[in-house]
């Protein structure tokens, strides 16, 4: 218990973390925000999207024909599924260098991608590789545990439903936050270490849990704070997306009433219209809400992490 009579790093980091942040984004330099930005959408900028899988279809939600005519259009679906599968595996690879080009970014202060992203991309890959394989570890987890639970709840659909949902619910979510921590000490703190040490994920991990094995209550403490503030960080930026995406929102509003008006003919094509140049505002504009967000809390594990263990500091003091 020595550790909890020493400095608790994860709360004397917090303004080291926030003046870094300040001195870097202001004055506004609109090239190091917009650089920033992109980073922000390609390491995870706390932008969500609905999710379209939580919605099944049946055959009634089909037109007239369509269900006839599925066999034929077959290929052409699996065709789109296999695209969107490619590009959303180029996306995380692109990602997962990223997080390494980022910390050059803030260690170094040059912010730029170009000159650090060629010589992170292998790292990248290594990172990538690693994440999936959690990823498919937790999708065979929850598979298998599904199987086991209607294979064991034979006493009728009622029962096994109800068993389902009582013993599935909570494992998930126990599952989904262990596996959230790995994927945020590996961001925060392994990515570095592959950086300092210019070794492998797995490598990385075991230079870790050395650290960790040091500083076991620093250790939790910080990703309890980091989970805490994550939450409240998420909800402020939403609410500030929101407000911003609805202020944008106003004027197409209004031309859309002006349109209307004018043609009186409900012509919703010229409509939708305006959802182009609309999105082409909104998204930026959401992805530089996030800049101060993901810098902070990027120069935040890095302080950290130079207070468990000092050989391990990027950031020049």
């Known amino acids: 218990m020595t550790d909890m009579a020493e400095e608790m790093y994860a709360f004397s980091r917090l303004d080291g973390a926030f003046e870094r942040t300040k001195s870097l984004l202001w004055p506004i330099r609109w090239g ?17 999207f609905p999710n379209a899988s939580q919605y099944s279809f049946g055959e009634g939600d089909l037109p007239p024909g369509v269900a006839e005519s599925l066999p034929g259009i ?41 000159p650090f992203f060629g010589e992170r991309l292998g790292k990248g890959v290594r990172l990538f590789l690693f994440q999936l394989g959690l990823t498919l570890i937790l999708i065979v987890a929850m598979v298998a545990l599904i199987i ?50 210019d070794c492998g ?17 620093q250790t939790v403490v910080y990703v309890v ?8 960080a998420a909800i402020v930026q939403a609410i500030v997306v929101i407000l911003a995406l609805v202020i944008i929102a106003i004027p197409f509003i209004l031309i859309g009433i002006v349109l209307l008006a004018a ?9 939708l219209a305006l959802l182009i140049p609309y999105l082409i505002i909104a998204i930026p504009a959401a992805l530089l809400i996030a800049v101060p ?24 003091e």
């Open 74 to 114: 077959a290929p052409l679906i699996i065709a789109f599924i296999v695209i969107v599968l490619v590009i959303a595996l180029l996306w995380m690879l692109i990602g997962a260098a990223m997080q390494f080009v980022f910390v050059d970014m803030l260690s170094t202060g040059d912010i730029h991608i170009r």
């Open 225 to 232: 704070t980091r989970l805490v503030l994550g939450l409240i």
């Open 263 to 271: 043609l009186q003919a409900g012509n919703y094509v010229l409509l």
């Open 148 to 197: 086991m639970l209607f294979g064991l709840s034979g006493v009728g659909p009622r029962v096994g439903v109800s068993l389902l949902v009582l013993v599935l619910i909570p494992v998930i979510l126990i599952l989904a936050l262990l596996f959230g921590v790995v994927f945020l000490l590996t961001t925060d703190f392994v990515v570095p270490i592959m950086i300092r040490e």
């Open 32 to 48: 190091v925000w917009l650089r920033l930005a992109l980073i922000a959408l390609l390491v995870g900028g706390g932008a969500s």
């Open 201 to 217: 994920v797995i490598e990385g991990w075991r230079r870790l849990i050395g650290v960790i094995s040091a500083r076991f209550w």
């Open 293 to 316: 967000f993901v810098t902070f809390f990027r120069y935040y594990g890095l302080l950290v992490l130079a207070g468990l263990a000092p050989e391990y500091r990027l950031l020049p």
